[in-house]
């Protein structure tokens, strides 16, 4: 038996290979693609989640909390996660959003705009607060010693999380859970990989 010139053994494998990753192959190399990119979006976005929940308000010496209400509607719906810094009272300005005490010295807590600021005879000042989903301002003006700080920033959602549980629990919950998800998400990205190496080498 005889065969044609170029027609090798080797060439042979070759186009049995080529032939196998014809359109499969290509559909096979486009959903992988496709896989590692959203694996490593849902890395950088879980990253993003740890770093803003859990980081800069220790950083700051702030607070995550939660809003429970639809006071705030539509800019801090319920379910929001908001980030609270320390601010100094002689630094909150009209438009700030404050969160306050509702009581000095009682653990309950509001977080409304400040609408009107003015001075007490002793030099202190006392805010005027108002949700920006109610009619009228608060009955009550808040004073300094209400104040613990105002919302740097939000995160839409995932103040549910943070009210999963009560108690003491609160204050690890949240970052189980945004661990949780990044670990889960560089797992899926190292698998990702891994069975690509482990297809080259079969290959």
């Known amino acids: 038996m005889t065969s044609a ?3 090798t053994p080797a060439t042979r494998r070759e186009a049995r290979a080529a032939a196998e990753a014809g359109p499969k192959g290509g559909t096979r190399s486009l959903l992988g693609a496709i896989g590692t990119g959203l694996s490593i979006g ?14 800069v308000p220790a950083a700051v010496g702030g607070r995550a909390l939660t809003v429970l209400t639809s006071s705030m509607d539509p800019v801090y719906p319920a379910g929001t996660l908001v980030v609270v810094k320390p601010t100094p009272p002689a630094e909150i ?17 509001v977080t409304h705009r ?8 002793d ?3 006392l805010f005027t607060t108002k949700g920006d989903a109610n009619d009228v301002a608060d009955a009550d003006p808040v004073m300094e010693v209400q104040v613990v700080g105002t919302v740097m ?15 003491d629990a609160r204050a690890w919950i949240l970052p189980i859970i945004v661990g949780g998800l990044l670990v889960y998400a560089v797992w899926m990205v190292i698998s990702h990989f891994r069975d690509k190496a482990n297809a080259r080498r079969e290959t």
């Open 5 to 7: 010139a170029g027609d």
């Open 42 to 55: 849902l890395l950088a976005l879980v990253a993003l989640v740890a770093i803003l929940a859990v980081v």
């Open 93 to 109: 300005g009209i438009g700030d959003v404050l969160t306050y005490q509702l009581r000095s010295g009682e653990p309950v807590l």
């Open 114 to 121: 400040v609408i009107a600021i003015t001075n007490n005879p």
């Open 123 to 125: 030099g202190t000042r």
């Open 153 to 167: 920033y939000a995160i839409p959602y995932l103040g549910w999380a943070n009210t999963a549980v009560n108690g």
